[in-house]
């Protein structure tokens, strides 16, 4: 049997700690914790799970990918249903209480906040009312200063800190809010006006992503001060759906122009990673990074979805054995 030497050149390496930055498929030896171990390619894929219990589009969706929500829609009419998520199953709890479509979000499961979106009574109206959720109700609370839907929005984790960007106004927009808990204060503009957009991260660290009109790749960087331009995705898109942890770990998917198409951001460019099995626009989402995520509901081909999927990153430092 050839021995690792003569295949790769050297022998397998002792270390006391793993090495911060290994090769794909580099061996070594960890002396501290006695093991032998490698470094496996990494593996992106989605699983589809259980569906939501009412197929709808234009939804807010925010959480991670074991614990979200997805709120309002369009099925229609305009939709005021909350669906929680816990892992496995969707189950319906206390309704939103104003319907409306084109919402955004924030927060968590027990913690949430809405705001924005379309009444469409009878024709598009924009809606500034803002509710949060204490994982039982949703209760009224200060409005936006400028009714919109279809913007984009972070806040990951939290319903007292929250930012809501762009949007339909109309005409588009680059108006810039932020939420402390008990009011929205205008902050300063993104670089590009625009809606149908995706954002990720949280207040004080976000991504405007994609958008239109025109269908736009564009993507700004929010500091906590200001916005400002940087690597575009590989496919301009629109009415896409994204999470993610700060504005140097995000994933995009789904959308106008790129139906199943999902990106990877690492705080510097966008890399195409797996597809998602359902292709849709005007889709929810929830995640905490871009190793992680949920995408539900949305618009096909043939109409409305209630299809869940899962998104998740396998390989990394693997342990062969130990001694």
Not at 46 to 61: F, I, K, P
Request: hydrophobic share 35%; proline share 4%.
């Amino acid at each position: 049997m050839a021995e690792y030497k003569s295949i790769h050149g050297t022998k397998i390496q002792n270390y006391t700690s793993d090495p911060a930055n290994p090769l794909t498929g580099e061996v070594w030896y960890n002396s501290t914790s006695n093991s032998l171990k490698y470094d496996a390619p990494l593996t992106a894929a989605w699983v589809t799970g259980n569906n939501l219990n009412t197929a709808r589009r234009n939804v807010a969706g925010f959480g991670i990918q074991t614990a979200a929500l997805c709120v309002g829609g369009f099925i229609p009419p305009v939709s005021a249903l909350t669906e929680s998520y816990n892992g496995t199953n969707w189950t319906e709890v206390n309704d939103l209480n104003t319907a409306r479509d084109n919402i955004r979000g924030a927060g968590t499961t027990t913690a949430a906040l809405v705001f924005g979106g379309d009444l469409r009574a009878p024709a598009p109206e924009y809606f500034a009312g803002t509710e949060t959720w204490n994982g039982t109700n949703w209760t009224a609370v200060n409005t936006l200063n400028t009714g919109r839907s279809d913007g984009g929005a972070s806040g990951n984790g939290t319903n007292t800190a929250a930012l809501l960007f762009g949007g339909t106004t109309p005409p588009h927009s680059a108006l810039t809010e932020l939420w402390n808990g008990t009011n929205w204060t205008e902050v300063n503009d993104l670089n590009t006006s625009r809606t149908s957009l995706a954002g990720a991260g949280t207040q004080t660290s976000a991504l405007a992503i994609g958008g239109q009109p025109p269908r736009t790749a564009e993507t700004e960087l929010w500091n906590g001060t200001n916005w400002t331009e940087v690597n575009d995705l590989n496919a301009a898109r629109e009415r896409q759906a994204a999470n993610g942890s700060s504005n140097t770990n995000a994933l995009n998917y789904g959308g106008d122009g790129g139906l199943a198409l999902t990106e990877s951001w690492n705080g510097t460019n966008w890399t195409e990673t797996a597809d998602l099995n359902t292709a849709r626009q005007f889709l929810g989402g929830a995640g905490a990074s871009n190793t992680s995520a949920l995408a539900f509901g949305g618009l096909v081909p043939a109409g409305l979805t209630a299809t869940t999927e899962e998104f998740s990153v396998s390989g990394g430092i693997k342990t062969i054995g130990t001694s």
